[in-house]
């Protein structure tokens, strides 16, 4: 049993909606050519034209798709075992360019995706395709610009791969927790090989009212995973200087072995420190180090102590 079928399809105010409620779509437009198979176990479909206007979302990504045209090719597959999409094209013009594949699991799950080609163009690409995600992890209504291109893969749920470039990004949040401009560069990690050097780099970054001054940080990763600074780096502050001295992150590791850092600080003008958190002025200088912080869950833990130096 089963039928092949080959034709054009215009489709308007369309919707869909999984057993999970982890994918689904509403108030869509699409026109193109497909063909549908369903003689194997499988189930199998191509689809090669253009969606515009509407929702998706898919697994924890919802986007607001534009108004005009973007295109959209695929190759899928759905069976017991869930569905597969083994190549994927979509460019929606002014925002965002992806090739890759993904795979949902039988609960319509989003379990692993490699996306070989990604190119945002912000701020369209976050507005339509990243803030409702970034809300949901605490950063929304953020003022972004420039431009990230790259790859990125994820595989049984955990981060396997990415590559990523960017061009003169900018990124602001109205409650004045993060204020960056003039990043440019790359970071390149994978979770099971060692990649080249990279090089990232800001303009300027204030994080919680501390306003650091331009700086670069050189990166290497193994082959065991885990994306280490090569060199320390002292970033200005406040008429003084924060010293990393050591980071390593492991993205694919279990929470507890994630992120591991040492810092120090020195020179800093109390007075400046004083009067940007509104606190009694003070005169002289401050520093300190911390030789081991690391990240335990939701935790910050200061393996080493605290020194400071007043």
Known sequence: PGARISGRIGLSDGAFDSRSGTLAGQQLAARGTFHLDTTAPDARMDFDGALSGGQLLLGSLYAQLPKHSATLQFSASAGARGISIAALHYDDGDALDVDGKLDSDAQQDLTAFDFTRLDARLPDAYTRYGSAW???LGWKDLATAGRLSGSIGMAHGRPAHFALHARDVAV?????????SGLNGA????AQSA???TTLGWNS???FGLPFGAAQLHFSNDAAGALALTAPAQIPLLGGAFSLQQLTWRPAADRQDRLNASFAVSDIDVAALCKRFGWPAFGGTL????????Y???DILLDGGLSVHV
């Open 134 to 136: 970034l809300a949901t």
């Open 205 to 207: 970054l204030a994080l």
């Open 296 to 298: 335990n869950g939701d």
């Open 187 to 190: 970071l390149d990690w994978n």
């Open 172 to 180: 602001g949040d109205g409650a004045g927790r993060i204020a960056l």
């Open 195 to 197: 990649r080249p050097a």
């Open 287 to 294: 520093g300190g180090a911390v030789p081991a912080l690391r």
